[in-house]
């Protein structure tokens, strides 16, 4: 399984980016990256998922260089309800764990 | 689409007691997983069923807990008996299973809070 390494926490103020880089130096050839967050008393949610290069939904950008072995997670303008921990895994089905994950503070 | 079903949301026992945990995933979800998740720390995956048949239980400490899911649908994890150590939150969470080797998305219930006093 693959080790991820995550900051522990980062604070940021509102309209803010914020940028986390999970490094995973072991990352397998075909190992994904996904993202979650999780809320206080509430299971994780899924955020974004990718396996090279860029991708980016509603909520969320991923970015991966080409040797993939980090990956940052981009929050544009964050607001007080993105205030959460963040965890990044590395696996693929049925090989997978989470790590510590980044605990974000966002404040006014 | 309703979510990931857990019961109790919470539960305080003496150790050496015995509990149960239940979970009934979304409707269609051939893949279930349980996590334990001490507080501070990131889900630790315990077992993953895939319909009625186990992927992967090599976290599950198996001298005190035991997981079932005999058809394929809800499940039943049980702690038996119970350490101060297994104070935790314990998290279902499904997923769709495809060919594709790719990961895929899980969808969390609430999680059951334990206490062993």
């Known amino acids: 399984l693959a080790k991820t390494t995550q900051p522990i926490s980062m604070d940021s103020y509102e309209g803010q980016e914020v940028n986390i880089t999970c490094s995973h130096n072991?990352?397998?050839?075909?190992?994904?990256i996904t993202w979650y967050q999780q809320f206080p008393s509430q299971g994780p949610r899924f955020i974004i998922q990718?396996?090279?290069t860029k991708v980016t939904n509603e909520v969320a950008s991923l970015f991966i260089p080409a040797d993939r072995k980090s990956s940052t997670l981009s929050l544009p303008r964050v607001s007080l309800s993105d205030t959460a921990v963040y965890y990044c895994?590395?696996?693929?089905?049925?090989?997978?764990?989470f790590g510590a994950g980044t605990q974000v503070v966002v404040t006014p | 689409e309703a979510g990931v079903a857990q019961s109790p949301r919470y539960k305080i026992i003496e150790k050496r007691q015995s509990v149960a945990f239940w979970c009934n995933p979304i409707?269609?979800?051939?893949?279930l997983y349980w996590y334990q998740q001490i507080l501070g720390q990131g889900p630790k995956l315990l077992i993953q069923f895939q319909n009625n048949g186990v992927v992967d239980d090599s976290q599950l400490p198996k001298d005190r807990f035991s997981a079932e899911r005999l058809k394929g649908v809800d499940s039943t994890l049980k702690i038996q008996p119970a350490k101060l150590e297994d104070s935790a939150v314990y998290l279902c969470a499904s997923s769709l299973f495809t060919s594709s080797i790719s990961y895929n998305e899980q969808f969390f219930g609430p999680g059951t809070r334990l206490t062993v006093l």
């Open positions: 072991n990352i397998a050839t075909n190992d994904y």
């Open positions: 895994l590395v696996g693929v089905w049925g090989k997978f764990q």
């Open positions: 990718g396996y090279k």
């Open positions: 409707s269609g979800h051939a893949t």
